[in-house]
């Protein structure tokens, strides 16, 4: 059965980088037509969606987060990876990562369980 | 971008009611929809993708309708395990969430 686990700091400093990691298991990155991305839920807000990326490197992002945001995959250690600079207030949220089956901002069918990121110095 | 607006924002239902979300969407996105629901401190839960299409392992009595602006789900028979969050989510143009119904079992 798939899984993904985001992993990284759960505390930034404003004006810092963001860096999280989300490690797949129980199936490839590499599989064709699963694509892998980034979604974030601020405290008692609604659902939004970061980034994706397939295997080969295809990159897709949010238009309104695209100048802080980068995505990035690695395939021998099955894990892509965000990043999101100079961070503010405004990006404390949960983070998940999911798989999307057939295109770069198709639903997300399977999740990670979240990791908070809270900024604040 | 495209704006999706879901109504009601909450709802408070008994076991077994029919029970109907709507979401709009600000310009036509064909029936790229999705719907899931989202439990407190859990990951949302895909139910409905492609407008219609019930995700695999989702009980029967969930439903999506719509196609176009205007996008329904209904739950035809609600459950207590049906508490939550839904969430409508176009993928026609990038992708984008509605703000939510929260649904409250009386």
């Known amino acids: 059965q798939l899984q993904l686990q985001e992993s990284g700091p759960g505390l930034v400093k404003p004006s810092e980088t963001l860096s999280l990691t989300c490690t797949v298991s129980g199936g490839s990155i590499s599989s064709n037509s699963c694509y892998w991305g980034w979604f974030r839920q601020p405290p008692a807000k609604g659902l939004e969606w970061i980034a994706s990326?397939?295997?080969?490197?295809?990159?897709y992002y949010n238009p309104a987060l695209q100048s802080r945001v980068t995505i990035s995959v690695d395939t021998s250690k099955n894990q892509f990876s965000l990043k999101l600079s100079s961070v503010t207030a405004a990006d404390t949220a949960v983070y998940y990562c999911a798989r999307a089956l057939g295109g770069g901002w198709f639903p997300g069918d399977s999740w990670g369980q979240g990791t908070l990121v809270t900024v604040s110095s | 971008d495209i704006q999706m607006t879901q109504s009601p924002s909450t709802l408070s239902a008994s076991v077994g009611d029919r029970v109907t979300i709507t979401c709009r969407a600000s310009q036509i996105i064909s029936s790229w929809l999705a719907w899931y629901q989202q439990k407190p401190g859990k990951a949302p839960n895909l139910l409905i993708y492609k407008a219609s299409s019930l995700e695999s392992g989702v009980p029967s009595r969930f439903s999506g309708s719509g196609s176009g602006t205007e996008f329904t789900l209904t739950i035809s028979s609600l459950q207590p395990d049906d508490f939550g969050t839904y969430y409508c989510?176009?993928?026609?143009?990038?992708?984008?969430f509605g703000g939510g119904t929260k649904v409250e079992i009386k």
């Open positions: 990326i397939y295997y080969s490197g295809s990159t």
């Open positions: 989510q176009q993928y026609k143009s990038y992708s984008t």
